[in-house]
């Protein structure tokens, strides 16, 4: 089956520079200081974060920043095929992947000798499933109120034959290869780069330059969902 | 059995507050606040390049030359002289570990409580191994901040006659900068309960006590009345559904919550679930307004 159509039009009907409709909301749960849904296009992910708050292991303190530290797990029927285990070698190294990402982005040194925890769980999964985590736990932090220099947005970029797609479903993934580019929008720096597949190198500057974009986009998204969602909480926060 | 869809409501106008140049302006993480570098920079913001960034999402606060960001939620920062719930996690060599919605978890040390039978006495060995029956883990205090250590930790008193171990009641969770500041944090309210609004966003709602009796280091495990108890469900209600709006927490905004909870005769259970917890908070927004 053809990934790109004679029109050019993908499977979806988007064009191969297009993003999948990105759906969003903060505050779900009371419980956790933060939380935040994400959907964008059929990956669905929510996130939770707990703290900072005292570490719960001793010898893993730090007395000059944070720890932070990030769970994935996926639901049964999240894919194609059922998941066995909710947390395999896949998802941990994932994890690891986030929580990397997220050192980059929080202020560590306001909070020597906390912990921060991310708990991200993937209830659908459709390609794009580490942009997405990383996009919901985003918005959970900042719903949580933890200091941060920047948004990090992140996207997905493949390659068809010589055209670039942004935000591949699985099935355009799989054809080809799958850059996860995480962003700080507003400082325009990369904080991770990740490739499925070898990418040639003539083909790789294109794909970038496109999941780049693509991030700019997403924080677009971003931007104005947090922005409704402090003028829908602040209009009431000033009555005194 | 009433059976409820759970689906977002949608957002009321009556809710939204001041319009145009009253309100505060917002900003979220990473947005550019001000290119001048003769402002200081406050909680919630850093510097970079000469211009000052926001580092997290809420309304600016100017005073004078200072410009701080607060946002909706957050952990208890802290702040000398605050009187704040909490609750014990360890019991350590002469001290406590307390919990306290920040984040680190506070120091309550043997020496800063006032010991039963005396405000001159001295604690001696037999108290320090009696730590546990004064305090035990899961028992909640409420406190005093007394000093903020260098690492950010919070020391904390119960030095008055005012402080000390809560006994029956509820507590309930809010963010820190939903409560309203003010002096004084122990209400007793006219419908016959007590509330402690903790600085710390604990707040902790129980029978209103005698004076002389306010706080020991034993619980009173005498039973509660059932209309009491009522009472403190209901208001435990209202400051949850005022919470979840985001109006300020007060002890009038909890009372006139109250008020038009009874008003409108609702059931305390039905007062969770999402359409009434609306209809209530609009109608408390309204009333603070006139």
Redesign the interface.
Known sequence: MEIISPEGLRQDGRTPTCLRIIKCRLGLY?RP??SAYIEMGNTKVLAAVY????VRSKNKQN?DE?VIQCEMSRIAACGGERVRRARDKRTRALSHQIAGVFHAAI?KSK????QIDIYVQVLQEDGGVMSACVNASTLAL??????????VTSCTASINKQTAILDATNMEGQAGCEVTVSL????GSIVSLDSSHTVHRDQFEAVMDLATAGCQQVYQEL?SQ??AY??????????? | MDIELACELP?VRA????EGP???P?V?????ITHDTSFMRGH?T?MENNTQ?A?????ITRVNRLITVT?????YQGAIGDTIVGRI?KVQNNRWKV?VNS???AELRLVNIQLPGGEQRRSSLEDERGMRGLLREGDLVCVEVQKISN???LRLAARSSKFGKLSQGTLLGVSP??I?QDKQRMHDLPCGARVVFGANGYVYVSPTVPEEQASTYTVNFEEVPVDVRKTIGRLRNCIKLLA?????I?PTSVMTAYDISIEQEFEIRDMLKPDVMQDVAIAT?QA??E
């Open positions: 009371d200081n933060g703290g900072p708050r005292e007395l944070c202020r909070y020597p000798g906390s900042i719903h949580a109120g933890v200091e941060l220099l920047d948004y700080l929008p507003n400082k931007f947090v922005e402090l003028q829908d909480k602040h209009a009431i926060m000033s009555h005194r | 957002r809710m939204v507050g001041p009253q309100r505060p917002l979220t993480p990473g947005e550019i919630g850093y960034v580092s997290v999402a809420g309304y946002p909706l939620r957050q952990v996690t919990d984040r680190l978890d690492d950010g930790g900068s939903l309203v979840h709006h985001t109006i300020m007060s927004v603070m307004n």
